[in-house]
């Protein structure tokens, strides 16, 4: 697959999360006890966090305003694009597995955005190998 491809690619995982995790932050920050987005907050039994503030903060300004901005990097195909996919694929799995450590798996999104990070991470990865066999 060739590097414009492949930013293309990356651009649009980067846009599906953008457009999911932007709505729901915004949500658990105005209503910070999770019933906007179907949730309770027996989940955070055991957990730091005795609402869904903070999480929702996270939500929306890292996988949120940050998967946002890496969309215009990748479309724009800039170098900084594959440091962008590699942290914020990473983010997301560990945003992903923590959330399912705390609450258990609770909903299908789960698996879904997991998967979705690991093809962030491979598709910056990729991007990564491919520019350093270009040099």
């Known amino acids: 697959?060739?590097?414009?491809?492949?930013?293309i690619t990356l651009g649009t995982v980067q846009l599906i999360v953008a457009i999911s995790a932007i709505p729901a932050g915004i949500m658990l920050i105005q209503t910070p006890d999770g019933s906007d987005l179907g949730l309770s907050l027996d989940a955070l039994t055991g957990s730091p966090f005795s609402d869904y503030l903070?999480?929702?903060i996270f939500l929306l300004l890292v996988n949120g305003l940050g998967s946002?901005?890496?969309?215009?990097?990748s479309f724009k195909k800039?170098?900084?694009a594959v440091l962008l996919g590699i942290g914020l694929g990473l983010f997301l799995i560990?945003?992903?597995l923590i959330q399912v450590f705390i609450t258990g798996w609770v909903s299908f999104l789960q698996p879904l955005?997991?998967?979705v990070g690991i093809i962030e991470l491979v598709l910056a990865l990729w991007?990564?190998?491919l520019s350093a066999?270009?040099?």
Do not use: C, E
């Open 127 to 129: 991007l990564k190998k």
């Open 54 to 56: 903070i999480p929702g």
């Open 1 to 7: 697959m060739k590097r414009n491809a492949l930013l």
């Open 133 to 135: 066999t270009q040099l």
């Open 113 to 115: 955005f997991l998967v």
């Open 68 to 73: 946002l901005i890496a969309t215009f990097v």
């Open 94 to 96: 560990f945003w992903i």
């Open 78 to 80: 800039k170098k900084s």
